[in-house]
C-alpha cells in the first residue's frame, strides 16, 4: 500500500546499557552520527526542556515521549512531560492482568477514557504500545480488538515483533487492520521465538518490507526503531536497522 516513507526514531529503551554511567551523551551523539532523525523518551536526569535542546543540539528531535500510565494523579506531570520534549505524540503500555479477560479489558478501558480526553484537550495524542499479550485470543477474538472496540479515540504505536505473538499472527495484516489508528510503528526483527534476542533488522524473520508498507501514510508519523535485546553488538545493530530502512527507502533518515 504504502511507498511513503517515514522519519526514522529510535526508542532509547534500546541503549540503556550503553548510555549508563554518564555516557548518554556519547551515545545519543553517536546515534545522531548514524542519522536517526529522532528519539523516543527521555531522562539521564535531565529536565524534559534540557533534554530537547541536547537533542536538537545534535540535529535530532525528540519524536514521542513513553510514559507511565497517565492515572489521575500523574497525568498532569504526563503533560508537562510531553509539552517540555514538544511532542505531540505520547505513548503508554499495559500489563498482562490489562488484558486478562474481557472484564479486565472493560476496565482498562475505563482507566484509559479519562486520560485519552484529557490530553487529546491539551493538544496530545495517546498510543497504547502493544507487547505480545494484547495478540492473543480471549473467546476467539484478539484480546487488542475489545479494547479497541471501547475506545474509538485510542491511538496504537504498534510493535510489529510483538503482535506477532510470536508467530501466531501475521504483522503486516495487524498493521493493515488497525493503520487508521498507527500514529507510530516499532520496527524490530528477530527469530520469533520467545526468549531469544532480537536482531538487526533485516537479519531475523520478520517480512519488515511488507509490514511497513501496510502503514497509513497519512496517519503514521514515525518509525520508531526498538530493540529489547541484542544477538550482536547493540550499536552495531542500531547502525544496521537505520541502514536497512534507508538502503530499502523504507525510512528518512539524516544522511
Known amino acids: 500500500m504504502s511507498t511513503t516513507p517515514k522519519p526514522i526514531s529510535i526508542q532509547l529503551?534500546?541503549?540503556?546499557?550503553?548510555?549508563?554511567?554518564?555516557?548518554?551523551i556519547r551515545v545519543l551523539q553517536e546515534i545522531a552520527d548514524i542519522g536517526y532523525k529522532g528519539v523516543e523518551g527521555f531522562g539521564y536526569g535531565m529536565s524534559p526542556r534540557d533534554f530537547r535542546h541536547t537533542v536538537e543540539d545534535m540535529g535530532m528531535v525528540v519524536s514521542s515521549y513513553f510514559g507511565p500510565f497517565p492515572d489521575p494523579d500523574k497525568i498532569q506531570e504526563f503533560i508537562e512531560t510531553a509539552k517540555g520534549l514538544g511532542v505531540t505524540q505520547?505513548?503508554?503500555g499495559l500489563w498482562m492482568e490489562d488484558f486478562a479477560s474481557k472484564?479486565?479489558?472493560c476496565r482498562t478501558a475505563d482507566r484509559l477514557r479519562p486520560a485519552i480526553d484529557t490530553l487529546r484537550e491539551n493538544g496530545l495524542n495517546l498510543c497504547l504500545h502493544n507487547h505480545w499479550m494484547e495478540f492473543e485470543l480471549i473467546e476467539g477474538r484478539l484480546a487488542i480488538e475489545y479494547l479497541i472496540d471501547l475506545l474509538p479515540d485510542l491511538n496504537l504505536e504498534i510493535d510489529i515483533y510483538w503482535c506477532s505473538a510470536f508467530g501466531a499472527n501475521n504483522p503486516s495484516e495487524v498493521v493493515r487492520r488497525y493503520r487508521d489508528r498507527t500514529s507510530l510503528l516499532h520496527v524490530k526483527d528477530g527469530p520469533l521465538t520467545k526468549g531469544q534476542p532480537h536482531q538487526a533488522l533485516g537479519q531475523g524473520r520478520m517480512n519488515l518490507i511488507e509490514t511497513i508498507n501496510m502503514v497509513n501514510p497519512d496517519k503514521l508519523e514515525w518509525l520508531v526503531v526498538e530493540l529489547d535485546e541484542c544477538a550482536t553488538d547493540m550499536m552495531t545493530a542500531v547502525?544496521?536497522?537505520?541502514?536497512?530502512?534507508?538502503?530499502?527507502a523504507l525510512g528518512l533518515g539524516n544522511r
Open 103 to 105: 472484564d479486565a479489558i
Open 239 to 248: 547502525k544496521e536497522s537505520y541502514q536497512y530502512l534507508i538502503d530499502r
Open 13 to 24: 529503551y534500546t541503549v540503556r546499557e550503553q548510555a549508563k554511567d554518564g555516557n548518554h
Open 90 to 92: 505520547t505513548v503508554t
